[in-house]
């Protein structure tokens, strides 16, 4: 990638609908010449997608827990097995196979404290191979964008 391309990559990051016109405004290009440079963008994998951000609950109308998943084993087997169990549960939000204390940095929102606890209890305590369940709260997003 080129300085040309970081500059279209960087726009599209900050707006992802920008007409094409405004794009090649923005990086100094005709309009084909950077609807070409996204196309190959594209086939190339640099740009695998496109997305839309919904807007989350207010932070009041769900907790979030950050949770940290220790597994007995770590064989392609075990791992497999976690992960598809784990696929199945709603409240999932995000998780990572970690290098690292854990093996597992999973994202999860519930309703309460006391439905993490019925989550923690029924759900993620009872997963394949698990051995270690440590999590935190959070108290707020700071990256997430404020409501005017």
């Known amino acids: 990638m080129d300085r040309i391309d970081q500059a279209i990559v960087t726009q599209l990051r900050r707006d992802g609908r920008i007409s094409n016109a405004s794009l090649a405004g923005a990086v100094g290009l005709s309009p084909s010449a950077c609807l070409r440079r996204m196309r190959e963008l594209e086939a190339s994998g640099v740009i695998r997608g496109y997305t839309a951000i919904i807007d989350e609950p207010t932070p009041g109308d769900t907790i979030v827990a950050i949770v940290q998943i220790t597994l007995e084993r770590q064989t392609d087997d075990v791992l497999r097995r976690f992960e598809t169990a784990l696929r199945g549960c709603a409240e999932v939000r995000e998780c990572y196979l970690m290098a690292g204390l854990s093996d597992y940095l999973v994202r999860v929102e519930a309703a309460s404290v006391s439905d993490y606890e019925r989550l923690h209890t029924e759900v993620l305590s ?12 959070a108290i707020r997003n700071v990256l997430r964008p404020t409501r005017n």
Do not use: K
């Open 126 to 137: 009872r997963l394949p191979s698990v051995t270690r369940i440590q999590s935190s709260f």
